[in-house]
């Protein structure tokens, strides 16, 4: 059982470079999350999905644009990289109804914008 | 003010002591509670939820205080692998999953 898978793991961009964040989860999870983490800032929500063509903003929004067309996938897409967008991004997937609503994580993408 | 806080720490403590940590909260209509562990550049895992009346599981017990709207860790007899960082994390309805807000996290390191 693979989990939450997320692709690339490390990415490097010039700024104003467009690229998309891959993430899939085998769980038949509803819900679906990105965060992004910074040293000291813990997780910030930045977009969430309460199902299939259902999406949502959370804590810092601005910049990143996400859709979700099927229930496995959730891509992030930043449309013009800016350094400020350096971070580690988790994406994460849990049931949405009848509870628990434990998350489960995939491993990170490392992103470097220069 | 952030929804969710937490004292970053660090909290360094020796093997066997007990440390205890807090997270309070803003929204006061929130409903569901976390705690989760990451450890050094690996993704966040849950470690326990947090229930009203309050839970243990071995040597951690969470706790919800809904009137002063913080939650609690504690953790008894630590080992040196509890070193790690302990996120909180609170969502706005027991219901169904909504959006999920974490605290900037606790780091614990102890020492032998």
């Known amino acids: 059982n693979a989990g939450v898978t997320q692709t690339p793991k490390f990415q490097v961009l010039k700024t104003g470079q467009s690229m998309t964040l891959q993430c899939a989860q085998d769980?038949?999870?509803?819900?679906m999350s990105w965060y992004r983490q910074d040293p000291g800032m813990g997780l910030r929500l930045i977009h969430y999905?309460?199902?299939?063509?259902?999406?949502d903003q959370g804590e810092v929004p601005n910049g990143y644009n996400v859709s979700r067309s099927t229930t496995e996938d959730f891509p992030l897409r930043l449309l013009s990289a800016a350094p400020s967008q350096t971070s580690v991004y988790f994406c994460?997937?849990?049931?949405?109804?009848?509870?628990?609503?434990?998350?489960?994580f995939g491993p990170g993408t490392r992103l470097t914008v220069t | 003010r952030k929804e969710v806080e937490q004292d970053p720490g660090p909290f360094n403590v020796p093997e066997g002591a007990t440390v205890a940590f807090n997270c309070t909260y803003s929204?006061?209509?929130?409903?569901?509670f976390f705690w989760y562990r990451q450890d050094c550049r690996k993704e966040p895992k849950l470690l326990m939820s947090?229930?009203?009346s309050g839970n243990e599981d071995g040597r951690f017990t969470a706790q919800l205080n809904r009137a002063s709207q913080y939650i609690s860790l504690l953790i008894r007899d630590s080992k040196l692998s509890d070193s790690a960082t302990y996120l909180c994390?609170?969502?706005?309805?027991?219901?169904?999953?909504?959006?999920?807000?974490f605290g900037s996290g606790t780091r614990l390191s102890i020492r032998p």
């Open positions: 769980m038949n999870h509803e819900y």
């Open positions: 999905s309460v199902g299939a063509g259902i999406t």
């Open positions: 929204n006061s209509a929130s409903q569901s």
């Open positions: 994460a997937s849990s049931y949405s109804s009848g509870g628990p609503y434990e998350q489960y």
């Open positions: 994390a609170v969502s706005g309805s027991y219901s169904s999953a909504s959006k999920i807000i």
């Open positions: 947090v229930y009203s």
